[in-house]
């Protein structure tokens, strides 16, 4: 959520069970306010909050070219000092998903983490990682896999660089109750003519990112709407606490996530 809209968008990220109180969001403000001055970025977002046993992670993003590539993430637990998340290893990505002790709160902590699918005598058996890789690792599967953008709000220019659209007006009611209108915020995965393929009103500055529409299994995401059809709420059942809204018809919107980091394998069997 943009940092310099907080307090606008917090009544729709309570109303939806998540708690920005007034003194969080104050802090947030000023932290990252200063965060984006002495770090030069054109926008600081913030993308939520990791609970932890000694005092929960907050993490935020800040942008400065290109809103995809050029993403860094910051977290901190105290507001005064934001530090920068290492890039997550693809190990640590995986190690991150079957790890299911809470986080601790300690990000110099060293973790010892057993892999059950493999044999006691395989030298993979047991890795070791730092809690700060498995935040940095946890945060990018989140990012790859629930982290949305409303259709138009983000534009891909002819130089191919991606940025957050300053002319996104919202999607109107039609649009919103569709899921192809909801795209991921990551490089896209599927070939590039695949929303040519399945969208009459194709338009590759827009649709250039891959529609949560076409995520595995079907039922995925829940998708509502509240306050008399005028703002719709985007959850991943995968990643319990993530959340995203968008009132329709303005450019207010926003993705959040709250919880503990780890991620639901009984999607499946549930839908």
């Known amino acids: 959520m943009n940092v ?3 307090w606008d968008y917090k009544e729709y990220a309570n109303v939806n069970g998540a708690m920005l109180t007034s003194e969080l969001v104050t802090r947030l403000q000023q932290s990252l306010t200063l965060l984006q001055a002495e770090s030069h970025f054109t926008h600081v977002l ?13 993490l935020a993003v800040g942008i400065t070219h290109d809103a ?3 993403r860094k993430y910051f977290y901190t637990k105290d507001f005064h000092y934001w530090t920068l998340l290492p890039k997550a290893k693809k190990k640590y990505k995986h190690l991150s998903l079957i790890t299911s002790f809470p986080f601790r709160g300690d990000p110099t902590l060293k973790l010892k983490i057993e892999d059950e699918e493999l044999e006691d005598d395989d030298p993979d058996k047991c890795k070791e990682m730092l809690e700060e890789s498995r935040l940095a690792a946890t945060v990018s599967n ?15 220019r002819p130089d191919c660089t991606a940025v957050i659209n300053p002319h996104f007006y919202g999607l109107d009611a039609s649009e919103g109750k569709q899921l192809q209108s909801y795209l991921h915020v990551r490089p896209a995965q599927q070939r590039w003519n695949t929303n040519l393929l399945t969208r009459p009103d194709y338009n590759y500055s827009m649709d250039f990112l891959d529609s ?14 509240e306050q008399s059809g005028t703002v719709v709420y985007l959850k991943s059942l995968y990643w319990p606490g993530m959340m995203y809204f968008h009132k329709l018809k303005t450019p ?13 394998w009984d999607v499946p069997f549930l839908l």
């Open 212 to 225: 949560i529409d076409r995520d595995i299994p079907s039922g995925c995401w829940n998708l509502s709407l």
């Open 68 to 70: 995809i590539e050029d």
């Open 4 to 6: 310099h809209r907080l």
């Open 46 to 58: 913030y993308w939520g909050q990791i609970h932890a046993v000694d005092g929960d992670y907050h």
């Open 142 to 156: 989140i990012s790859e896999e629930a982290e949305v953008c409303a259709r138009g709000q983000l534009l891909r």
């Open 252 to 264: 207010d919107a926003g993705f959040l996530y709250i919880g503990n980091g780890r991620k639901n």
